[in-house]
């Protein structure tokens, strides 16, 4: 089942341009859904009630359960759309990018979609963030599954990255791609509509990760001396 | 209390040379500590009773409620000592630093330190990042005071390095420290020892957040062309 799921993710494709209208129940489903993510979001797994939920989405607890019988299925539910559609949307993005674009261009790609997903459905992220260590050890380890598929595409384009040079070949590719994500999913947490846009935040973020934060090309070797083809030396200030 | 508890951590300097021995009470305090900080990062903090953490520290339960009389305090302390130490290790290293360090190297340090002294102390860092989203909103609310403290030293090194040129002037300081911290605290969740050590893992991170994942000197400009003073052009390979 779980591995089914992302079996979809990997072979889905862009959404055709016209769509069936949706089934009533469909959008029902989904009004819970949205609903579920707000409450589980407040107050957590052990604090969430099925009748909250109908409640928040102006439903009969009787309408929601013929939806969903349980908080597991809700959860595990709103945890697999947050990575699916986070993964759907990289895949559609890399796929519209000009053909011969970069590979700092897909990572950049990937960076920004990542964000910008997270913030756009942040009642998904965040109750996927704040309740993975809440809920039984099933319904994470299902999670994992689907998050495994979407990090093995960040880890072929880190290595397409590297293979051709575009990437420095001294760094731990799995640390980079797991520190990348820790950067990523916590911004869920502390971004606040009123600072910077979430452009001006993805921009931000491609920007040290890419180039760095160290002022070019005054660029300083860390303790190992690990910089790859440092450029000229030139004079920096030192204090 | 909690004002007092940042004001503590800003003051505080190095032990000195001879310590008095700990009096025993002092070691089943840190000993109870221990075991909590275990067993809540296992079961959650709805899922932890006093006694089984009386049991883990080999302890009687009245001996357990003689130090800490609820959860409640427990998971404060936890999370309170966890980012004590570690601000507390950030001073001590940036002042051991020689005086001329440079402020790159001091950014440095402070990376690696969190790094280290989150996989060093692991269970207590991970009981704060698992359970922060679970615990009464007052606890939360006392954490982010001491986390506003240490997040306060990362922001004056950070001015400091930009003020003299060090790092690039285009980059929101606030997007960064927050970046930074995700990347560093979500290693304390998938972090396994037998993987890269710690010292690996900080040096690949200090890399990349100083430096850049791009293969330099064939740097590559984002889409918004923001970078900084970009080296000489060279051919670099398109595809």
Not at 93 to 106: G, I, M, V
Not at 111 to 138: C, F, M, R, T
Request: no cysteine.
């Amino acid at each position: 089942m779980a591995n089914a799921r992302s079996d979809d993710i990997a072979r889905q494709t862009p959404a055709p341009a016209v769509e069936e209208p949706p089934r009533k129940s469909d959008l029902t489903r989904q009004r819970i859904l949205d609903a579920a993510a707000r409450v589980f979001s407040e107050r957590g797994y052990s604090g969430t009630r099925l009748t909250d939920i109908a409640a928040r989405a102006g439903l009969q607890a009787g309408s929601l359960y013929y939806h969903f019988d349980s908080r597991e299925k809700l959860i595990d539910e709103i945890m697999h759309l947050g990575t699916r559609r986070t993964h759907a949307a990289a895949v559609e993005r890399l796929a519209a990018l000009p053909p011969d674009a970069s590979p700092l261009r897909r990572l950049e790609t990937l960076i920004e979609n990542h964000l910008l997903l997270g913030l756009e459905q942040s009642d998904y992220s965040s109750a996927s963030i704040k309740l993975i260590w809440q809920v039984p050890a099933d319904i994470r380890e299902r999670q994992l599954v689907g998050q495994r598929a979407y990090g093995a595409l960040w880890r072929e384009e880190l290595e397409k990255a590297r293979a051709v040079g575009a990437i420095r070949p001294d760094l731990n590719l799995s640390t980079v791609r797991m520190m990348i994500a820790g950067a990523l999913n916590w911004a869920t947490d502390w971004y606040k509509p009123t600072g910077d846009s979430p452009t001006r935040l993805a921009r931000d973020l491609v920007e040290m990760v890419l180039h760095g934060l160290a002022r070019a090309p005054a660029r300083e070797a860390g303790p190992d001396g690990g910089v790859a083809d440092p450029p000229p030396a030139t004079s920096r200030p030192r204090r």
